[in-house]
């Protein structure tokens, strides 16, 4: 079955590496996404890996991949603050457009 | 480019009664989706559409919501009689390409008193 998990809460200095780790239950999951929620706003998609990825960079945003424990981290690098919002991790399944969301995690950003 | 329109942002309505939402995904995106997203919680399926047919409606609680997307454009999502429960964000969300990038709206924010 599908089932996606996220730590609820992180808390950073500005500045500093955040690293939002996810876990995911389904093998064939195909793609995995990363999106960005603001107070008040929809999702935003920050960035995705196509699951025979390992890593993926984009600007300030790492992805790891690890598909033998069905782990993916998102790493932003020097972090501000107005990277703070929730992040959800989600999955896509061959054959299925619907993606599943884990619950998100909360990122605070310190200054 | 004119992103995913919904409305109404905010609806506070009593127990029993109905309300709806609209939403205008962005043009071309043949698959539009309506998710519910509780408090602290990541968004959930409600249904999915392509074009207008549907996908998928497995979690749809079909004893009183319901969906429709006429013309393959427009969708509305209904909900009668409303339950405290169904306090949330509805969020509908549109898809053109075959990578899953879905595209959100800003939701539309359901109190059930």
């Known amino acids: 079955g599908e089932d996606v998990e996220q730590s609820l809460f992180l808390s950073v200095r500005e500045g500093d590496s955040s690293v939002i780790n996810c876990t995911y239950t389904?093998?064939?999951?195909?793609?995995l996404y990363w999106y960005k929620q603001e107070p008040g706003a929809g999702l935003q998609l920050l960035t995705y890996?196509?699951?025979?990825?390992d890593m993926k960079q984009d600007q300030r945003l790492t992805v790891l991949l690890n598909k033998k424990d069905k782990h993916l981290s998102l790493r932003i690098a020097d972090t501000q603050t107005g990277d703070s919002a929730i992040y959800f991790c989600?999955?896509?399944?061959?054959?299925?457009?619907?993606?599943?969301f884990g619950s998100g995690t909360r990122l605070q950003v310190q200054p | 480019e004119a992103g995913v329109a919904q409305s109404p942002r905010y609806k506070i309505i009593e127990k029993r009664q109905s309300v709806a939402f609209w939403c205008n995904p962005i043009?071309?995106?043949?698959?539009l989706y309506w998710y519910q997203q509780i408090l602290g919680q990541g968004p959930k399926l409600l249904i999915q559409?392509?074009?207008?047919?549907?996908?998928?409606d497995s979690q749809l609680p079909k004893d009183r919501f319901s969906a429709e997307r006429l013309k393959g454009v427009d969708s509305t999502l209904k909900i009668q009689p409303a339950k405290l429960e169904d306090s949330a964000v509805y969020l509908c969300?549109?898809?053109?390409?075959?990578?899953?990038?879905?595209?959100f709206g800003e939701g539309s924010r359901l109190t059930v008193l």
């Open positions: 559409f392509q074009n207008n047919g549907v996908v998928d």
């Open positions: 389904d093998s064939s999951s195909t793609y």
């Open positions: 890996i196509f699951s025979n990825m």
């Open positions: 989600a999955e896509s399944i061959t054959g299925r457009r619907a993606l599943t």
């Open positions: 969300a549109s898809s053109l390409g075959n990578t899953g990038e879905l595209f």
């Open positions: 043009s071309g995106h043949a698959t």
